[in-house]
Nanobody, 123 residues
Framework: QVQLVESGGGLVQAGGSLRLSCAASGRTFISYPVAWFRQAPGKEREFVAWISRSGGNTYYADSVKGRFTISRDTAKNTLYLQMNSLKPEDTGVYYC????????????????WGQGTQVTVSS
């Protein structure tokens, strides 16, 4: 299995940028397709972005398309989420997650989760 630890969250003004990182340990990171999810207070956890094992394929939630970029560095066993043009509605706890195979936007289909990192965007 794999262990995931997120970092890079913080407080930023609307229009600003943040880069989140997710460090993986345990089983070889490249074995897993991975994704970012987020959860705002009082709301369900929602899909943000997904990347394939090789990093060659990605897809995004419509709400972040064109503003966020998911990437992975297999040599460093790290997943990233570059977030630009942040909006107050991007506020929430951001989680990285891994699954054994395939792709998808449903949180329950992911097996491994980090503890989350808080992102707060002020207006």
């Amino acid at each position: 299995q794999v262990q995931l630890v997120e970092s890079g969250g913080g407080l930023v003004q609307a229009g600003g940028s943040l880069r989140l990182s997710c460090a993986a340990s345990g089983r070889t990171f490249i074995s897993y397709p991975v994704a970012w999810f987020r959860q705002a207070p009082g709301k369900e956890r929602e899909f943000v972005a997904w990347i394939s094992r090789s990093g060659g394929n990605t897809y995004y939630a419509d709400s972040v398309k064109g503003r966020f970029t998911i990437s992975r560095d297999t040599a460093k066993n790290t997943l990233y989420l570059q977030m630009n043009s942040l909006k107050p509605e991007d506020t929430g706890v951001y989680y990285c997650a891994a699954r054994n195979s395939g792709s998808g936007t449903i949180a329950s289909d992911y097996t491994y989760w980090g503890q989350g990192t808080q992102v707060t965007v002020s207006s």
